[in-house]
């Protein structure tokens, strides 16, 4: 085949369009990738050199009403030691001496450091752990020691640190102070205080900040106006009072190991403004110690027996259908309401007695007969005065997890012809703790319902950023003639000497409450099964009180006991003592003497011949010896005296000149 | 302009320095303060002297007020 000019023509055509095809999908695939996947390549590009990093804001710190650390966030430090680094010299003259410093600072042989330090050496260790979690103090002594002052590239000291939220009252009111863990995905475990005011004050703002990446997989901060400043969390005052708190925690525990109980809660309030001051949770470990498991006072909500029967009795009041003096035939301690009996703890019962007697031996029968026998052809009234003192609701405490309070309407599942009888001593019924304690609070704070409350003040450094005042539920939740009649019901279950509480009396001080013996698990009618929360609500003193509190133990051991009186009242009376015992009683003395004029006008009569100035003797016969000696030292002359009383001689007489004179003799009389 | 900016860079340094010995005082504050906190609990104090036969008391002190003339 010949090689014609057209044949080459065809050819370059060919390959000339090929060339046009291939530029063409070149410049499509550079637009696709510029235009249409540009955004993401952009941003793939940047992120490998340039990164937001976040800047953890410090966590605010949680205080004690008298500024005592409850929770705070500090730097914890780990101590390392590079071997390679440091001298032979310098290790062979300080190894000795820092095994020493630090076996006397941890409590260990200074053989162990030594040993630790020459194989950290030997295999040529560049990261050998010294000591683990180190606080800030012992961090500070720790870089003295010998070697390690000698800093990171001598000495081989290497610190890391990391911050972690220390508790330092221990597990003491641990349940209340709390904490905030979140897990990967972003969820939040809040308990306690530190919990709840997490979100809104302690956590603080993240900041942002745009870096660099620059040789050795560091990164370098860039710019000035992309930084987020991270903002540190603020602090939070509680109302805790550490001294209280501790009280209340020994004494629960004491009182709890003593009667092998399940577990139990203490809570202090203070009456006026309803500050909690010491709130104790423990429960029992399968060994038999005591940790605060839970938070029982918030959140365990359970029938609260004999101490339900105050609310029974105000409400009563209230709707006039009995009075304190009215008599109740108690029946041998034994009353039926369709298939149920009322059971009173007395056998034989306790006759025909009156209210407040009733109510300061807690009698179940008096109290399910004069609720079931005055309320049962309209049982709503009843309920609805409960409901209208509030005690259906949940107080809405900041911590999460309040128990849920029940207080069955006629109608309402579970509701039967027996609950009127039944809830009128505290069955039926459910509250926990705390809800209890503000009830009687209410009646200690003459029918004001304040909310209990744990936050005093947020601040940032020493600056309060808001402060938080009491609150008010209900200004009044009863009459006040009802208040003052319960008052003194309170006190008699105490102070008479048939009150179940008599056995806490104490002449010194005055305490005023309700005990509650309340069955558990009782429904199988299982004596094996059945068991028992002991109970004490009440404040002091007696009059004008200053504190409420509750205690609230379960499942106590039968065979040690369980009624309330003896397993809480005795927390609870440690509680008033304490109390009783730092508060300091003032007596005040007038000592405003009256002003005496003779002594006056003497003293007025010296003090105008100490004023002068003498170059000679002064005359002092007739002045008073005392006056006499002062003025003559005064003027440097030595003194001396025979006898007492005035003066009737001197040695020296008036006009000699002082530079003559070294001595006088006076002669008194 | 080199100058404002070496300016800037030591006020860096020194917010830096001044943050560091923020973190540091504050550690020492939350040591100082949580040891005398725990030395100071009445359960505390309780066992310490106990050895020398000391208990608390079972009364309030009394205050004595004085009422001067002024």
Known sequence: MAITEKNIMNRLYLVAGGLLVLAIAVVVKLVDIQMVQGEKYKELALSKTEKMFTIEPNRGNLYSEDGSLLAASVPKYDIRFDAQTVSQENFENNVAALSDSLGKLFE????????????????????????????????????????????????????????????????????????????????????????????????????????QKIAKGQWKPVGLDNIVEPKDGLDVVSTIDVNIQDIAHHELLKQLEKYKADHGCVVV?????????????????????????????????????????????????????VDTSTVIDTEKGRYRIYDGVVKDTKWGGYGKITLSKAFAVSSNVAFAKIINENYKEQPEKF????????????????????????????????????????????????LTPIQTLAFYNAIANNGEYVKPRMIQEVREGNKVVQRFDKEVLNSSICSKETVKK??????????????????????????AGKTGTTQKN???????????????????????????CIVVIHEPDKQEGYYGADVSGPVFKSMAQKIHAISP????????????????????????????????????????????????????????????????????????????????????? | MISSSHNADKKVLEIAELNEEVRKLKSEF?????????????????????????????????????????
């Open chain 1, 383 to 430: 309920v609805n005065r409960l409901m209208n003192m509030g005690l259906h609701k949940k107080l809405g405490l900041p911590i999460i997890g309040e128990g849920d309070p029940v207080i069955r309407y006629p109608g309402d599942k579970g509701w039967s012809g027996i609950s009127l009888g039944w809830m009128s001593h505290g069955y039926e019924v459910s």
């Open chain 1, 269 to 321: 309030m203070e009456t006026e403004t309803g500050e909690i001051k010491a709130i104790s949770n423990l429960g029992r470990t399968s060994e038999g110690k005591y940790y605060e498991k839970l938070n029982y006072a918030v959140g365990e909500s359970h029938e609260p027996g004999s101490t339900f029967k105050l609310m029974s009795m105000v409400a009563a009041l209230e709707d006039k259908v």
């Open chain 1, 108 to 211: 260990r042989p200074s053989s162990y450091y030594r040993q630790l330090f020459r194989k950290a050496r030997a295999n040529g260790n560049r990261y050998k752990l010294v000591a683990r979690n180190v606080g800030y103090l012992d961090y500070v002594r720790i870089k003295q020691f010998p070697l390690f002052n000698l800093g990171p590239y001598k000495g081989g000291f290497i610190e890391t640190h990391r911050v972690v939220r220390e508790y330092p009252l221990g597990k003491m009111a641990a349940r209340s102070i709390g904490y905030e863990r979140v897990d990967e995905n972003g969820y939040y475990t809040r308990v306690g205080l530190d919990g709840a005011f997490g979100e809104t004050y302690l956590r603080g703002k993240e900041g942002k900040r745009l870096k």
């Open chain 1, 486 to 511: 319960v008052q003194q019901l309170l006190k008699d279950v105490v102070e008479k000497d048939y009150g179940t509480g008599h056995r806490m009396y104490s002449k010194n001080f005055s305490m």
């Open chain 1, 522 to 548: 009782y429904v199988e009618k299982n004596p094996d099964k059945l068991a028992y929360i002991s109970s004490f609500a009440g404040y002091f003193p007696a009059d004008n009180p200053k504190y409420s």
């Open chain 1, 585 to 669: 009683m003032v007596d005040e003395v007038d000592n405003r003497i009256k002003e005496d004029v003779e002594l006056d006008k003497d003293y007025q009569q010296y003090y105008a011949q100490v004023q002068k100035k003498y170059s000679t003797v002064p005359n002092v016969k007739g002045m008073s010896g005392m006056d006499a000696i002062s003025l003559l030292e005064n003027l440097g002359i030595e003194v001396e005296v025979h006898g007492n009383g005035k003066v009737k001689n001197q040695s020296v007489n008036q006009g000699t000149n002082i530079k003559q004179v070294k001595k006088i003799v006076l002669e008194l009389s």
């Open chain 2, 30 to 70: 939350f040591e100082a303060r949580s040891s005398v906190q725990q030395l100071k609990l009445e359960s505390t104090l309780r066992e310490v002297v106990a050895e020398k036969g000391l208990v608390p008391s079972q009364n309030p002190p009394r205050k004595i007020k004085v009422k001067s003339a002024e």
